[in-house]
């Protein structure tokens, strides 16, 4: 019997590694192009280990475009966030993927250099030796650990404080689609955090804040706009491993996650750049 190939067989991992590097799904898709014409190349016969040449495939692949998305990214127009991804509520089970795919965390990777973003998704994350991950990047495995240390230590500091149950998620991301839906101001209040802030992404195409709007007043004002400019429906989804919402703005889709702590809102990611939001219909299939 013919055997499946290990690249489609690994196919939601090589995706997942990718996107968590990249933050971006086309970006993944590309890499993953790039990596199964390498494959097609090799003799399979003397791989030993498929999976493990194919994640350091795709990590070096994924490091070169990191690296020349970094400068295109600093021409930005206004704050960049990552592409939302529509995923099947069973993300959530796996506590650590979700989070590792979050807005949130994908937005604080975001702030690693290329090298450290890598050692720290595929140690973090995908849990794979130092001595794979230094064949992976061109490092020795010594380097790697220092690396490692320092990403990680760079990540607990901006990381969201606390994880919240997805029923909790749920509600509160509920009760804000609706304050938002009726363009009701005092609830919009209640829901969020004194100090929340709220980033948005438009990539210069649509409208958005170029910078981060900061407390509870200023942030539920200017949403409470949006309501008075046209009627508009919001759904509950599924975003990047938990519930999210999605609404259109004449004619316009946004996505919106939310950082719930203690029951209230401390941060929103909106992203509104339509070239990010083409895949709002099609789940993506995600793995570690």
């Known amino acids: 019997m013919r055997t499946e190939d290990p690249f489609v067989t690994h196919r939601s991992l090589l995706f997942t590694v990718a996107y968590e590097m990249l933050g971006s799904a086309a970006d993944a898709e590309d890499v993953l192009q790039e990596s199964w014409l390498r494959w097609a190349d090799v003799d399979h016969a003397h791989v030993r280990d498929p999976r493990g040449y194919l994640v350091r495939t795709v990590t070096r692949q994924a490091l070169n475009r990191l690296r020349t998305l970094s400068r295109s990214r600093e021409d930005y127009v206004g704050e960049w966030l990552p592409e939302p991804l529509l995923t099947s509520p069973d993300v959530a089970d796996d506590v650590e993927l979700a989070e590792s795919v979050s807005i949130a965390m994908l937005t604080v990777l975001e702030t690693l250099g290329p090298t450290e973003r890598a050692v720290f998704v595929l140690r973090e ?18 380097t790697v650990r220092q690396i ?18 997805r029923a909790e998620q749920q509600a509160v991301t509920e009760r804000f689609l609706l304050a ?101 219909d099609e789940q993506a299939e995600l793995a570690r």
């Not at 259109?248 to 750049?273: C, F, H, K």
């Open 125 to 142: 994350v995908f849990e794979m030796p130092y001595g794979e991950i230094a064949e992976a990047i061109g490092k020795s495995a010594v």
């Open 148 to 165: 490692g240390r320092r990403a990680r230590a760079h990540v607990a500091a901006r990381r969201p404080r606390a994880q919240v149950s």
């Open 180 to 280: 938002l839906r009726t363009g009701r101001l005092q609830e919009l209040m209640e829901v969020m955090a004194p100090n929340v802030v709220m980033i948005a992404d438009g990539g210069g195409i649509a409208a958005a804040a170029l910078t981060p709007l900061h407390g509870a007043d200023l942030v539920s004002t200017v949403l409470a706009r949006a309501n008075q400019v046209t009627a508009f429906e919001t759904t509950t989804v599924w975003l990047n491993g938990a519930p999210a919402g999605r609404f259109e703005i004449e004619g316009e889709p946004t996505a919106v996650s939310l950082v719930v702590e203690d029951g209230r809102i401390t941060r929103i990611y909106l992203m509104r750049n339509p070239q990010k939001l083409t895949r709002l």
